[in-house]
């Protein structure tokens, strides 16, 4: 049974497209499940799981980062309020306190990278799910079941979606739209040596610019069942 991995630019539907494929393959959508499954396994809110989701930094504040903070395992100490480095403006949110706790939760980079990694893993292990985002498509580069699609549209039509979408402004659309974009290239290359534009990370390419969305649903659901 196939695995399909989903990376999308944002504004080009690609979150749509990837939750109708699941729905029509009757395969699971993984998205949101992944950042709520890893704030149960470390007892934190899918809130504080959201800062480190997809979300790539420049090569300089992870330089520094891994330089001056190593990453913290489960169950380790909190670092000293003398181990923050505020004039780079690096953050190191590894204890959170929470009212009521008898234990204070923990959560770092690294360990939401090892458990973003071992789920990607199990659903490529288990197929039936269509895996949205995640560096799934490098995850799961060597599962030959796998199909990877990336979802695309000219940066023009992505910003005019977004403003539409979330009701903003033009300029805010065009500066979600870059940020995100900065963002998904950082991670991959950060966290996994990849570049997010490499085409050969793909089987498909899909722009929606020049694709209406339910062809592309119908090509993805073709190619997994083919692959399946």
């Not at 199909?147 to 940066?155: D, G, N, Y």
């Amino acid at each position: 049974m196939a695995v399909v991995t989903v990376a999308r630019q944002l504004g080009s539907g690609g979150d749509l497209i990837a939750e109708k494929v699941a729905g029509v393959l009757g395969y699971e959508h993984v998205d949101r499940r992944l950042v709520e499954e890893i704030a149960n396994i470390t007892d934190t809110s899918p809130e504080e799981v959201e800062k480190y989701d997809e979300k790539g930094e420049g090569r300089v504040r992870y330089f520094l980062k891994r330089l001056l903070v190593p990453e913290m395992t489960p169950g380790g100490f909190p670092l000293s309020s003398a181990a923050y480095f505020p004039e780079f403006g690096l953050e190191f949110p590894y204890l959170m306190e929470r009212a009521g706790a008898d234990q204070p939760a923990y959560l770092d980079r690294g360990t939401y990278q090892l458990l973003i990694t071992t789920l990607v893993q199990d659903f490529g292990e288990t197929g039936r799910a269509v895996v949205v985002g995640r560096a799934s498509q490098v995850i799961l580069a060597q599962n030959p079941r796998a199909l990877h699609v990336k979802i695309i549209a000219p940066f023009d039509l992505r910003c005019e979606r977004v403003r539409e979408g979330r009701e903003v402004t033009a300029e805010q659309a065009e500066e979600l739209v870059q940020q995100h974009d900065r963002w998904r290239k950082q991670y991959l290359r950060n966290h996994h040596d990849a570049d997010w534009d490499d085409l050969l990370l793909y089987h498909l390419t899909i722009n929606t610019g020049k694709v209406d969305a339910e062809d592309a649903v119908d090509l993805m659901v073709r190619y997994a069942n083919r692959q399946g």
